[in-house]
């Protein structure tokens, strides 16, 4: 008789514990915050203003050198031709096996650009040209269109034309933390692009592929030495994005902006052990 009252309690306690309104909060607890580190990587930038932000896709942490900086909107300047290349694929003005524009003959000051180019070959050296004369063939309506359906920056095309509107003198503007945003979307196929035109821009970004590692990215460099390098770096199934940008380059000694943001960016990134020591881009 006493077991059976002993069950009867046990079994009334276990009723009283489950229906309890705040047991879910308590087993629970709110959702959990991304880590947000604040790195120090002042011996990798040196006395160059900028900041650099790293997101683990995985876990969602951050790092982030110079916050301040991290939340400044500048143009994107040629790391617009990652959201350039996923327009002309999308909207058919180029494929990926037929993309190839013939050099018109004017010099220009890069002797790579001197040539014909495709896809590839224009986006790895950064081509002005090429995707100047994609801009108008895609049309503003069409780039607005995409441009606020994946969130890009503060969205305006208003200020300049079709084929400049990403650079200096123009209306739209990018902060290292949106960068991260959309690259983070690329990286996961979640931007309003078909997932293979997703994959096929994340395989032009490619600047060095050792094994199971990936390190790609897109420089962009201003007059007035301002400079981005994003992209990501992937090993195996982890996924990290990152957006690098300096300010205050203009002595003409120096190599463009941009290339100093990816050297940077390498740098720090084996500072922070994402990459190896021996790792090079040479």
Same mark, same amino acid.
């Given at each position: 008789m006493k077991t059976i009252k002993l069950l009867f309690l046990l079994l009334a306690l276990t009723i009283v514990v489950g229906c309890s309104p705040n047991t879910e909060s308590i087993a629970q607890g709110p959702p959990e915050k991304p880590v947000q580190n604040i790195v120090?990587? +002042?011996k990798s930038f040196k006395d160059i203003t900028g900041t650099l932000v790293v997101k683990d896709i995985q876990s969602g942490q951050l790092d982030i050198y110079n916050e301040v900086n991290a939340q400044k909107s500048f143009s994107p300047m040629s790391s617009f031709k990652i959201m350039n290349s996923l327009v002309a694929l999308q909207s058919g003005v180029i494929h990926k096996d037929n993309s190839t524009k013939k050099w018109d003959g004017a010099l220009h000051p890069i002797s790579t650009w001197n040539q014909d180019h495709d896809l590839q070959s224009a986006f790895a050296n950064s081509v002005v040209w !090429? !995707? *100047?004369?994609l801009a108008p063939d895609i049309g503003a309506d069409t780039m607005k269109k995409y441009i606020t359906e994946n969130e890009y920056g503060n969205q305006d095309i208003s200020k300049?034309?079709?084929d400049d509107f990403w650079l200096d003198q123009g209306s739209l503007k990018i902060s290292a933390l949106e960068q991260i945003s959309f690259l983070e979307k690329l990286c996961t196929n979640s931007? +309003?692009?078909? *997932? *293979?035109v997703q994959q096929d821009v994340k395989e032009i970004m490619v600047i060095k592929k050792i094994g199971n590692t990936e390190f790609a990215g897109k420089t962009g460099s201003s007059q007035n030495g301002f400079g981005w390098f994003v992209g990501y770096l992937k090993n195996g199934d982890q996924i990290k994005v990152f957006a690098t940008n300096v300010e205050g380059l203009v002595n003409k000694e120096d190599p463009p902006a941009g290339f100093v943001a990816r050297d940077i960016t390498v740098d720090a990134l084996k500072s922070l052990k994402y990459l190896p020591e021996e790792f090079s881009l040479k």
């Amino acid at each position: 008789m006493k077991t059976i009252k002993l069950l009867f309690l046990l079994l009334a306690l276990t009723i009283v514990v489950g229906c309890s309104p705040n047991t879910e909060s308590i087993a629970q607890g709110p959702p959990e915050k991304p880590v947000q580190n604040i790195v120090d990587l +002042s011996k990798s930038f040196k006395d160059i203003t900028g900041t650099l932000v790293v997101k683990d896709i995985q876990s969602g942490q951050l790092d982030i050198y110079n916050e301040v900086n991290a939340q400044k909107s500048f143009s994107p300047m040629s790391s617009f031709k990652i959201m350039n290349s996923l327009v002309a694929l999308q909207s058919g003005v180029i494929h990926k096996d037929n993309s190839t524009k013939k050099w018109d003959g004017a010099l220009h000051p890069i002797s790579t650009w001197n040539q014909d180019h495709d896809l590839q070959s224009a986006f790895a050296n950064s081509v002005v040209w !090429y !995707y *100047q004369e994609l801009a108008p063939d895609i049309g503003a309506d069409t780039m607005k269109k995409y441009i606020t359906e994946n969130e890009y920056g503060n969205q305006d095309i208003s200020k300049g034309n079709i084929d400049d509107f990403w650079l200096d003198q123009g209306s739209l503007k990018i902060s290292a933390l949106e960068q991260i945003s959309f690259l983070e979307k690329l990286c996961t196929n979640s931007l +309003s692009f078909d *997932q *293979q035109v997703q994959q096929d821009v994340k395989e032009i970004m490619v600047i060095k592929k050792i094994g199971n590692t990936e390190f790609a990215g897109k420089t962009g460099s201003s007059q007035n030495g301002f400079g981005w390098f994003v992209g990501y770096l992937k090993n195996g199934d982890q996924i990290k994005v990152f957006a690098t940008n300096v300010e205050g380059l203009v002595n003409k000694e120096d190599p463009p902006a941009g290339f100093v943001a990816r050297d940077i960016t390498v740098d720090a990134l084996k500072s922070l052990k994402y990459l190896p020591e021996e790792f090079s881009l040479k």
